[in-house]
């Protein structure tokens, strides 16, 4: 945790009202840190999500340009690899 973050929690004891505010310092910080690892987490996706497009797009084009249609590559897959 920052070095701030301790001064402020610091300054809220020594003030009247001070466990309202300690609540609402953490309040705050807890949704900054939520969103901050819903961000990252939406970006690992995107990123997880592309990378297996690019391995299936590679898997059935094997090199070409386009792919053949009708390989049915989903229901193979589903059926060699089933998801228990």
């Not at 505010?21 to 970006?43: S, Y």
């Not at 592309?50 to 094997?62: A, D, F, H, K, S």
Request: charged fraction near 20%.
């Amino acid at each position: 945790m920052p070095r701030r973050a301790f001064n402020s929690v610091s300054k809220l004891h020594a003030q009247s009202g001070g466990c309202a505010r300690l609540v609402g310092a953490i309040t705050a910080f807890n949704t900054r840190m939520v969103g901050r690892v819903a961000r990252v987490t939406n970006q690992a996706l995107v990123l997880r999500n592309w990378m297996i497009g690019g391995y299936l797009v590679e898997y059935e084009q094997r090199g070409a340009d386009r792919a053949r249609y009708g390989a049915r590559l989903l229901e193979t897959s589903a059926s060699e690899n089933p998801v228990s």
